[in-house]
């Protein structure tokens, strides 16, 4: 591809309603005007000024003189029997990244990433395998929620969002958090989900914000060795510290926190294992939600996902412990589309051809 100069102009993608108005301020005659584009940006959605239609025709051009309205560009899309669909977006550095959007129950949830990469190394995840990478600017994140509403003609109140895809959107907290405030102006924080492999830092700062999201933790161990084993970063970041952050996290009426646990054959998944998880995290309203490995042969060709059997007994053992327990059989493994497998495909093709 050749090589394109970088767009100058700021992008009023991602941007709050607020952002936009202060953007704006010198270029409109009155404040309303800005709040008429932060609404078509926002709650419609739109990607031209053309757009427009209530803003003069002398504004219009002015405006798209001096900004711009970009989302990601969509490099690949591959849909899966299950209806779950993945997109591989490209960003304006050539960087790539991916996203799953999946149908349950009516609703449709939208895997975003945070990162281009993931620098904390988890062993069995294949994000991890391929190394950190940037952290995605909050258009680029929002942008993956515009373009995915976009295909799927999804209607917005059906739409719920994990930030699951790649990355860790704990160590981009700035980024997440301009995302955030503008993915609230359309899905209430309630439907929106950051999943952390436990930054302490990160779970500081979310706890400290006005409006948050719900948190999910990655746990996948029930003791600091193994955890540390599985997830490097538990060394920086010990159990004992997470639990007692998490004892103190505020949780809003009704909600809880989610405990992901990917079970790995003979690794994490004995009936002791879901029994030490329950010590641990007794008192915490909370949730686990229990993810048989995706294997993978290239990244990880030691670790199994283990029989349906021994899935459905650690899950009995949770909930026969007292705890609220699902199983995400994988959305979209016939197209490596599941959160948590992410980029896998399109960096091996690449790395193939060089
Ligand atoms: N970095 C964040 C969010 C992205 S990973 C985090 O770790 O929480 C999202 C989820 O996918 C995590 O719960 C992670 O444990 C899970 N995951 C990663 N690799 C996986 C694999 N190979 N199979 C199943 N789940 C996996
Ligand atoms: Fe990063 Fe999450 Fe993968 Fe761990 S599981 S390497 S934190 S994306």
Not at 83 to 94: A, C, I, P
Not at 249 to 256: A, M
Request: proline share 6%; net charge neutral; hydrophobic share 40%.
């Amino acid at each position: 591809m050749a090589w394109v100069a970088p767009d100058p102009r700021p992008n009023l993608v991602g941007r709050s309603p607020l952002e936009i108005a202060e953007l704006l301020a010198p270029h409109v005659d009155r404040p309303f005007r800005a709040t008429q584009v932060s609404r078509w940006v926002i709650d419609r959605d739109a990607t031209s000024f053309a757009e427009m239609s209530n803003l003069s025709k002398e504004l219009r051009s002015d405006l798209e003189r001096r900004f711009r309205i970009t989302d990601p560009e969509i490099l690949e899309t591959s849909s899966s029997d299950d209806g779950s669909v993945k997109w591989l977006f490209g960003l304006e550095d050539g960087v790539t990244v991916e996203g799953v959007a999946m149908p349950e129950d009516g609703k449709l949830t939208m895997c975003l990433s945070s990162q281009a990469g993931c620098a904390v190394g988890c062993v069995f995840c294949v994000t991890g395998a391929l190394g950190g990478g940037r952290n995605l600017r909050p258009d680029e994140i929002v942008g993956q929620y515009r373009v995915m509403l976009r295909r799927l003609a999804a209607p917005v109140d059906r739409v719920n969002i994990v930030f699951m895809g790649m990355g860790e959107p704990l160590l981009n907290t700035d980024h997440l958090g301009e995302a955030l405030e503008t993915l609230y102006e359309r899905v209430s924080p309630k439907r929106i989900t950051v999943s952390t492999s436990g930054i302490l830092p990160g779970i500081r700062w979310l706890a400290g914000v006005e409006r948050r999201p719900k948190l999910a933790v990655s746990l996948n161990a029930p003791d600091q060795e193994r955890r540390e084993r599985l997830m490097p970063i538990a060394r920086r970041y010990p159990l004992d510290e997470l639990m007692t952050e998490l004892r103190r996290f505020p949780l809003e009426r009704g909600r809880r926190i989610t405990f992901e646990y990917v079970l790995i054959r003979g690794v994490n998944d004995a009936v002791a294992d879901a029994e030490a998880v329950a010590r641990l995290i007794r008192g915490i309203p909370a949730k686990v939600n229990v993810i048989p490995l995706n294997e993978d042969a290239t990244h990880f060709p030691d670790l199994r996902r283990p029989d349906d059997s021994t899935v459905n007994r650690f899950a009995v053992s949770l909930r026969d412990a007292g705890l609220t327990v699902t199983v995400r059989w994988s959305k979209g493994l016939d197209v490596d589309a599941a959160c948590g497998q992410l980029k896998g495909r399109h960096q091996r093709r690449g790395s193939q051809s060089t």
